[in-house]
Structure formats: C-alpha cells, structure tokens
C-alpha cells in the first residue's frame, strides 16, 4: 500500500498536468475566440457588399418596370383618345 507521502507526490503531478492542460484550453480558447471575431468580420463586410449590390439592381429594375409601364399607360390613353376622336382626327387629316 502506498504511504501519504506518495499518494501526495502523485496528486502534485496530476495538479501540475492539469494547470498546463488548462492554461492550453485558455490560449486555445482566446485564439479560437479571435479567430471566430475575424471570421465574423469577414462574413459581415461580404453581406454587406452583396446586399448593396442587390439593392443597386432592385433600383435598376424598379426604374426600368416604372418607366416602361408610364410608357404603356401613356400609349394607351393616347390611342384611347384618338379612338374617341376618328372623326375630327380624319377631318384633319383630309
């Protein structure tokens, strides 16, 4: 059987392993932690880039859908107008 004095020099081994395992799980997890930040980072500067892009496109294509349906509008109440006025549109035209 082992004696106390021995029993001590093993626990004040296993305690010094332990500190140096934990000191590595602290640098790891500091360095996982900066890591993750610039990972993060990166991330938010490309979504923000992608979703400016969007939005210039979602611009482009608004103004594109506003112009060309004043343009039909305005086609059809032109040929609308000249519809209601045959008449006085071939008498000008005579």
């Not at 799980?25 to 990166?42: R, V």
């Not at 032109?78 to 519809?83: C, I, K, N, Y």
Request: proline share 0%; charged share 25%.
């Amino acid at each position: 059987m082992a004696t106390v004095a021995e029993r001590v020099s093993v626990l004040e081994t296993k305690v010094d392993n332990f500190d140096e395992k934990f000191d590595d799980i602290k640098h790891d997890i500091t360095t996982n932690h900066t890591d993750l930040k610039t990972q993060l980072k990166t991330m938010y500067d490309a979504s923000c880039t992608q979703h400016a892009e969007l939005a210039g496109k979602i611009k482009e294509l608004e103004g594109f859908k506003s112009k060309w349906t004043y343009i039909i509008a305005g086609a059809i109440a032109a040929l609308g107008w000249a519809s209601g006025h045959v008449e006085t549109l071939s008498a000008f035209f005579k």
